[in-house]
């Protein structure tokens, strides 16, 4: 083990800083404010240090590990230029609040960025200043809102979410300050258009539904829902967590939506760092984009009076503040360091971005048969079932380990440990919740033919193994099976110093 | 795009295994209607070789405040992030790794983000941390959100928060957007000329659910009266703190003079600016918001040997449990950036932290000193105890020094009237641990030949 807070070097360990402008004794601290104590913090040295995060890495499993098959996570290849690009200095060590002529290089990236994602969601305007899935929800909706108050009709407090939808969808309405109506799904997981015409009035204010759905399975009524929920005077929000699946194919605008947000951390690969940064930005359709956050940025042909800039002779890139704006999300400009990594992304596939979305299909389509061709050969397609019964997929698939639960009390949960113990990142369990013992299965297009077929027999031996085993898995991690329940009922959310002293 | 796409030129033979003949097969569940047919509207794809070129020449035409003098600040702060932290952070285990549902396999970045929590309460003085949210503006809102929920019940300004005026309108205008929704009321903290805190505005506040203050305030100033707060607002309003990370090596922790919540930009610790994102949002708090705090939580536990482990804890407060009663919406945090903040952290140590403060405070009294010697410039908080940055008032307006000095080749700093329009002569001056006593009596040479100018009434 190695623990950071047992490092107690010599002091001054970890890294030396030049002396200070003016002599240290003449700096003044207000006396009543002057810290009493210093911090715990270690006392460790560059080797130390660099050795301790060394370990901590080697215990992480990451995409670079091995097959990440965590449905509704995208966990694709992140290509490394994108990293060297967002280091440089022209993005790094930019401010801000420097004046327009300072960020001429970087505004022609958002520029660009903005037209792309219009083009690839068929929106009009797009901002890029969410910084998460869920911001971006929550700035759609607060747009809207200011959209129904700007046209007197205030009475649209409720927001409708399918019970198959992401916990971001009602938690950021609710944040908006909406309520919420939950309607369940059909027994094939796709929206049930009955429940849906039953719910919608004149107290509609939005419809928020991600297409292809949780299941992975395209909404193929979509259309008709839209129309529903329009006729009835309220707005069509697409949440693009799975956006990956129909780049070039299809796309929300042509759906009817009015609003969709991006999840530049699953489609356009931005790392999803152990849990963050995302980027999240939104697109809508014109009679919303008067509400957007601001600034966004705008183009156009180059003024004798302008400073002299180098990124392009004839363009001059300006901001410009949406006229009735909601106001801001983020206090700066998003997260333009994803914004910057994420054109790098898309420069390198241009229009075959739709390839990219075909092949995330593909992969999907032929690990779920290989699976089940694998599971009928071994004599256990008896412990599964489909989440939901569909000839295709999109991007992802769900399993219900609902009939393997029942006849030997092993879950998605003891599956999903197993796996770990084959050296795989389990798929997401238990979710969506409308599917009984979930595993939601996700393997990205950047994973090879080779890989899938090894999992799906990897997959299929895990199913075969003895429930003692699985109870018992995993046996091969840096830890075994973590006691959650414990975590929540003896609190322990800091080093104890006390108990060391 | 072949490059990244593992088993390009192989669709046929995967198809075949389905019973397809055409990758079209695989979307015959999309409607006809809405099917796209031509090609996306985009450009052709490109090597990494003419991106990486491309990147140069576009973001090369950026000027980096890096590559300047500069005195450019106002929440955003030029710092240093020692190598070995960039070196670290690029390790693809931590880079490419998904929020850590799956603990057995994810305790390293787990136990990090436990010693982050630790990092952060270790240096604010409360005893709970989460592992990030997105940034300082967030974290503001995020926590007078928390604060209704947990003192609403008892309030008699019920729905009600008090935030400082001084409060950067874009922070501001985040607040706002994230408190609408539940109907409360904001409610202005007022500053005495001096720039320091008015006590008659936080005895007004008490029996609200909570106030706003930020320590350095938005003009740099070190507010002394912060200390009396929390007697006069008492236990039932949330006493909210809003820091400068690297201000407390030498400034009390906030959880030491009665705050029970404590937020902040944690940028000028372990992050590059990166134009103001993705950066990371402190949010740290007493036992008694625990339950209703935003954003994810690690935990220490043991696993089924018993061995130490880590995992999430508290999660049913978040929205993929809780859905629309959840705290937060949170979902993806900044947990990679947070990782570098506890990389800097770590690498400072007790004294490092201290000693950085130190050349942060060294830097902004030298600049005060040389720019006060300059008659035609005022410093109207002269007196007052000032980090990172203090006001100059200017003999015209502070759009045209900027100017002057762009031409220079400085970035002079911020001009206010960004933050209140009706003040056209004031600029904030920003001085960090990275700026030198060159630096400062350069932008003094310059604010002099500038403001004689002024008032002389001969052009530069």
């Keep these: ?501 | 795009m072949v490059d990244q796409l593992p088993n390009f030129g192989r669709e046929a033979e995967m198809l075949k295994t389905m019973g397809m003949s055409s990758l079209d097969d695989l979307f015959n569940d999309v409607p006809e209607d809405v099917r796209i047919i031509e090609k996306l509207n985009l450009p052709s794809p490109q090597t990494e070789e003419e991106i990486l070129a491309d990147a140069k020449r576009i973001l090369g035409a950026n000027v980096a405040l890096g590559d300047r003098v500069s005195f450019l600040g106002a929440g955003i702060y030029k710092n240093f992030v020692p190598a070995s932290v960039m070196q670290l952070i690029n390790r693809g285990e931590f880079l490419t790794s998904y929020t850590p549902y799956q603990p057995e396999v994810s305790q390293g970045m787990l136990q990090a983000m436990w010693e982050f929590q630790t990092l952060i309460c270790e240096l604010v003085g409360l005893p709970v941390a989460n592992l990030s949210v997105y940034d300082g503006s967030s974290a503001a809102a995020e926590a007078l959100t928390c604060a209704v929920r947990v003192h609403n019940r008892k309030a008699s300004q019920k729905n009600t928060l008090y935030v400082s005026e001084l409060t950067p309108p874009d922070r501001l205008s985040v607040i706002k957007n994230y408190t609408q929704g539940a109907g409360i009321t904001l409610r202005y903290l007022r500053h005495l000329s001096d720039g320091c805190l008015d006590m008659d505005s936080i005895t007004e506040a008490a029996g609200s659910c909570g106030v706003y203050v930020e320590q350095p305030n938005p003009l740099g100033i070190l507010d002394q009266n912060l200390i009396d707060v929390k007697s006069i607002i008492g236990e039932d309003t949330a006493f909210i703190v809003g820091v400068q990370p690297t201000s407390l090596g030498v400034m009390e922790a906030p959880g030491n003079y009665g705050a029970d919540i404590v937020v902040g930009e944690g940028q000028p610790l372990g992050s590059p600016m990166t134009a103001g994102g993705p950066i990371y949002g402190i949010f740290s708090c007493s036992e008694k918001y625990l339950r209703q705090m935003p954003g994810r939580i690690v935990g220490k536990t043991i696993d089924v040997d018993g061995n130490e482990a880590f995992c999430l804890t508290l999660s049913t407060r978040e929205q993929h449990i809780r859905r629309h009663r959840a705290t937060s919406n949170l979902c993806t945090n900044e947990t990679l950036i947070a990782l570098m903040g506890a990389m800097h952290m770590a690498l400072l140590g007790p004294e490092g932290i201290r000693d950085l403060a130190i050349r942060n405070m060294a830097a902004c009294q030298l600049a005060k000193t040389k720019l006060l010697e300059i008659d035609t410039i005022a410093l109207p908080h002269v007196n007052s105890f000032h980090y990172n940055e203090f006001i100059i008032e200017l003999p015209g307006d502070a759009s045209d020094c900027l100017e002057y000095l762009d031409k220079k080749g400085i970035i002079g700093g911020f001009d206010l009237a960004n933050w209140y329009p009706d003040r056209k002569n004031r600029m904030l001056i920003t001085c960090t641990d990275q700026t030198s006593a060159a630096d400062i009596e350069l932008l003094a040479a310059h604010l002099a030949v500038w403001s004689s100018t002024k008032t002389s009434g001969v052009e530069a």
Excluded at chain 1, 3 to 16: P, T
Excluded at chain 1, 35 to 56: F, N
Excluded at chain 1, 70 to 95: D, F, Y
Excluded at chain 1, 313 to 325: L, M
């Design chain 1, 1 to 501: 083990m190695s623990h950071l807070f047992e490092h107690h070097g010599a002091i001054g360990a970890g890294y030396r800083q030049p002396e200070p402008v003016i002599p240290k004794e003449t700096v003044i601290i207000p006396p009543a404010l002057a810290r009493q104590k210093a911090p715990r913090w270690p006392r460790i040295s560059e080797p130390e240090m660099v050795r301790h995060y060394t370990w901590l890495s080697r215990r992480n499993f990451g995409i670079d590990t091995g097959f990440y098959p965590l449905g509704s996570c995208t966990m694709k290849h992140n290509p490394r230029v994108n990293e060297v690009i967002a280091q440089m200095p022209g993005i790094a060590e930019m401010h801000p609040l420097q004046p327009e002529h300072h960020l001429q290089g970087l505004m022609a990236i958002f520029h660009e960025m903005q037209d792309m994602l219009a083009i690839c969601a068929g929106m009009d305007t797009v901002t890029l200043q969410p910084v998460a899935g869920a911001q971006g929800e929550f700035t759609a909706l607060r747009c809207i809102q200011e959209y129904f108050r700007s046209i007197g009709q205030t009475d649209r407090n409720k927001v409708i979410v399918p019970d198959s939808a992401h916990g971001t969808n009602p938690a950021s309405a609710a944040l908006a300050g909406y309520e919420i109506i939950e309607i369940p799904s059909n027994s094939d997981g796709r929206i049930n258009l009955d429940v849906l015409r039953a719910v919608v009035g004149d107290d509609t204010a939005a419809m928020m539904i991600t297409n292809p759905n949780t299941l992975g399975i395209f909404e193929e009524d979509i259309c008709e829902a839209t129309k529903i929920v329009h006729d009835a005077g309220g707005q069509m929000y697409y949440d693009g967590a799975n956006f990956n699946a129909i780049l070039g194919r299809t796309n929300p605008g042509l759906m009817g939506f009015d609003a969709v947000h991006y999840n530049l951390h699953k489609t356009f690969s931005q790392p999803h760092g152990g849990g963050g940064p995302g980027c999240g930005p939104i697109g809508v359709k014109s009679h919303l984009a008067p509400f957007l956050p601001g600034p966004l940025v705008r183009k156009r042909p180059i003024l004798a009076t302008d400073p002299l800039t180098l990124v392009n002779d004839e363009v001059w890139y300006h901001w410009y503040h949406p006229e009735k704006s909601i106001g801001k999300v983020q206090q700066w400009h998003g997260n333009a360091g994803a914004v910057v990594r994420c054109w790098a992304y898309y420069r390198r596939y241009g229009y075959e971005l739709k390839t990219m979305s075909d092949h995330a299909v593909l992969n999907a389509n032929y690990l779920r048969r290989r699976i089940m061709d694998e599971a009928q050969d071994k004599g256990l397609a008896h412990t599964f079932t489909d989440g939901v019964p569909s000839k295709l997929v999109k991007h992802e698939f769900t399993l219900s380990l609902a009939a393997m639960k029942g006849q030997n009390g092993i879950g998605a949960m003891d599956i999903a440990k197993g796996l770990l113990d084959k050296g795989y990142m389990a798929p997401t369990i238990y979710f969506p919740l409308v599917v009984d013992e979930c595993m939601m299965i996700e393997p990205t297009e950047t994973e090879s033919k080779e890989v899938l077929d090894e999992f799906a027999i990897r997959f299929v031996e895990v199913l075969g193994e003895d429930a003692d085993v699985l109870h018992a898995a995993p046996q091969t991690t840096d830890v075994r099976r973590v006691d959650e329940v414990y975590a929540a009922r003896n609190l322990c959310l800091s080093y104890p110093f006390d108990e060391e002293q």
